[in-house]
């Protein structure tokens, strides 16, 4: 059992902790977090309600008990996956994880026609990868790729289709002033996008 | 050593409005005053009340006040000042007169911290155009400020939240996350400089925001403070009659939001917006827990959520960030009123 003392914190301090106990303990070790003040039990009860966490709710001294029975559940947000993979493969089906990182609007150096024929043909073939992989983070020029007159829009929506999550990066959206030519994507920052990359088993680079 | 004003309250800024289902209830039953030269009243919720002088002219008028969200008193002066002049450019207006309603605890801080929050005003009302005539100090802990700000617009021009019709694409401003940050920021959870994202937001007046949307004919509008991105959004859609979705992953975020979203560094007042909006709302299947969250935070001096016409959209969008809003995006659009008044996908 994990204990989580929030006493004399105020809200959102009680979450921050209650959530790194979370993330902290063995898997399947219950976590008891311990709180007293009215708002932070009602946000903490919420967060975990939503989170789809089990949990029991004591009343003891004016103090609150709440304990997380984790039973075999070992990660926290909704979207696993994508923000919060604690194990190097996908709980969910065992498989790994593999991640398409896209830098450059040209498949390698040397000669730009080349390179964008290149990148053209990578994507047609990724299409018919199986399983289609589960990310592909776009950043520096590779957002580019991701315009309304690229010509591997259609690939990217077919990946789209197929479940693979397309991440921009935002950062260099804004540098390229392209925000508003971007019919397909997630905004993402670096936070995400580094999270991505480190949960991936593989990560392909064009 | 400078006197840090966040030591003086536990939540700031606009994470301190009253809760808003509970608002609703307490004003509901006041008589509404009854008199046609009243073109916007508290009966839709709108950011500020419009009173038509002449067939030409029409004043806007409003008020905003509220404890520091950050440590300088400067700095502090400059956010709320514009954050009360943000109400008249959500309705469409030209600010042009304010008063000063300052709180202060005259005896707990040093004074110099007073005349620090005045000038931040007084800069940011230059800057807005607005002279400021005359104001109220009363001693009180912990300190807030703020403007009563009157403005003008032609009757005809007025910019409601009411104004939202079927078909038009939402676009925000500016990015959210600003209760988030600075939560984060009072827990010690950012570095140095990762403020500076969100008091750039806050500090940005909506001015060339009022302009374009008059230059481009919008008649929807709505600025983003306590409520959140969702609470604001529901207020719009509920008062033009019109459902609102919106695409979380195109709303543009603070740099370091999301980071501290997924430690669990989500303000009260997001919960609070959550209670008010969730009877209301729609949430997609698999919707992303941190951005739904993160669409609840309070904002402090948020950016312009604006209805425009589709076929002006990209225009528009391309002027915002021309005029300094390169974060500014469409992050949804409003449909025929469907069973959920606001969708969140």
Known sequence: ?206 | MAFNLLTTVETGGCSSKIPPGQLEALLKDLPLPVDPKILVDIATHDDAGVYRLTDELALVFTTDFFPPMVSDGYDFGLIAATNSISDVYAMGGTPLLALNIMMFPSATIPLEVYSDIIRGGYDKAREAGVSIIGGHSIDDYPPKYGLAVIGTVHPDRVITNAGVREGDKLILTKPVGAGIILAGHRLNMTGAGQTDGARKMMMRLNNDGARLMQNYGVRGATDITGFGLAGHALKMARASGVTIRLTLDRVPLIEGTYGLAQQGCIPGAAFRNLEYTEAETGFREGLDYNLRMIAHDAQTSGGLLMAIAPDRAAGLLQELHAAGHPEASVIGEAVKREKEVLVLG
Do not use: W
């Open chain 1, 1 to 206: 059992m994990k204990i989580v003392d929030t006493r004399g914190l105020t809200c959102p301090a009680p979450l921050i902790k209650t959530r790194q106990g979370l993330t902290e303990a063995a898997p399947g070790e219950d976590v008891q977090v311990v709180i007293d003040n009215p708002v932070s039990l009602s946000n903490v009860k919420r967060y975990l309600a939503d989170n789809k966490l089990d949990f029991t709710v004591k009343e003891e001294g004016g103090l609150s008990i709440v304990t997380v029975g984790r039973g075999d559940q070992t990660t926290l947000a909704a979207n696993e996956t994508e923000y919060c993979t604690t194990e190097p493969t996908s709980p969910s089906t065992g498989k790994r994880v593999t991640v398409v990182a896209v830098t450059s609007d040209k498949m390698g150096d040397g000669d730009d026609t080349l390179g964008t024929k290149l990148m053209i043909s990578f994507f047609r073939t990724m299409v018919m990868l199986e399983p289609a992989p589960d990310s592909v983070v776009f950043y520096n020029a590779g957002v580019k790729l991701a315009m309304d007159d690229s010509p591997v829009l259609d690939h990217i929506r077919e990946l789209i289709e197929k479940g693979t999550g397309i991440y921009l990066c935002s950062t260099c959206i804004n540098h390229f002033g392209i925000k508003d030519r971007l019919p397909v994507g997630s905004f993402s920052d670096m936070y995400q996008i580094l999270n991505i990359l480190k949960d991936a088993d593989h990560i392909i680079r064009p």
